[in-house]
T-cell receptor, first 108, second 113 residues
Framework: QKEVEQNSGPLSVPEGAIASLNCTYS??????FFWYRQYSGKSPELIMF????GDKEDGRFTAQLNKASQYVSLLIRDSQPSDSATYLC????????FGSGTKLNVKP | EAGVTQFPSHSVIEKGQTVTLRCDPI?????LYWYRRVMGKEIKFLLH????????ESGMPNNRFLAERTGGTYSTLKVQPAELEDSGVYFC???????????FGPGTRLTVL
């Protein structure tokens, strides 16, 4: 069983829609959760982190964490073509476990 | 503030050769991490330095890999001798002591022929 699981996609949404990206993890004791955005050939860019159950909002991004269900998600409101990238979920403290990433396509 | 930098961006070597990758963390970041992504797989942890000390090297695949961080600034990752399965993208990340958010470099793409 993989430590962190993500649907590889691609997830296609029209411009202006809400994109919903999901991630599940296996270690019930995990405390720290991260979302990275990676454009092709570029470095993973940290866009959100969440440590407590519930929602955390930053601009158009909302991270949601449900530790009981071992589930973390990322919502992108008003999706733009520039949001098209691979989104990586990472879990851990110092030693990060990554999912394989979900490719998001935002169509104009 | 400059980000994490890595050198080279690409390296193509023959099986059996030696390659050394370099990472310069963000200035002031005492935590330095190495990760690797091989074709079709997720990014996987290799090791973690705190300043010049190896805190966790549980992800190092075998003794052909040697990581150093003399002086607690930049780090090198040497692969000797390289094997075909070592091909992939090697990422470096850094963070402040006490902070868990890691900032990644652009990676070094290693191809072993």
């Amino acid at each position: 069983q993989k430590e962190v699981e993500q649907n590889s996609g691609p997830l296609s949404v029209p411009e202006g829609a809400i994109a919903s990206l999901n991630c599940t993890y296996s270690d019930r004791g995990s405390q720290s959760f991260f979302w990275y955005r990676q454009y092709s050939g570029k470095s993973p860019e940290l866009i959100m982190f969440i440590y407590s159950n519930g929602d955390k909002e930053d601009g158009r991004f909302t991270a949601q964490l449900n530790k009981a269900s071992q589930y973390v998600s990322l919502l992108i409101r008003d999706s733009q073509p520039s949001d098209s990238a691979t989104y990586l979920c990472a879990v851990g403290l110092n030693k990060f476990y990554f999912g394989s990433g979900t490719k998001l396509n935002v169509k104009p | 503030e400059a980000g994490v930098t890595q050198f080279p961006s690409h390296s193509v070597i023959e099986k059996g050769q030696t390659v050394t990758l370099r990472c310069d963390p963000i200035s002031g970041h005492d935590n330095l991490y190495w990760y690797r992504r091989v074709m079709g797989k997720e990014i996987k942890f290799l090791l973690h330095f705190v300043k010049e000390s190896k805190q966790d090297e549980s992800g190092m695949p075998n003794n052909r890999f040697l990581a150093e961080r003399t002086g607690g600034t930049y780090s090198t990752l040497k692969v000797q001798p390289a094997e075909l399965e070592d091909s992939g993208v090697y990422f470096c990340a850094s963070s402040h002591i006490g902070a868990n958010e890691q900032f990644f470099g652009p990676g070094t793409r290693l191809t072993v022929l």
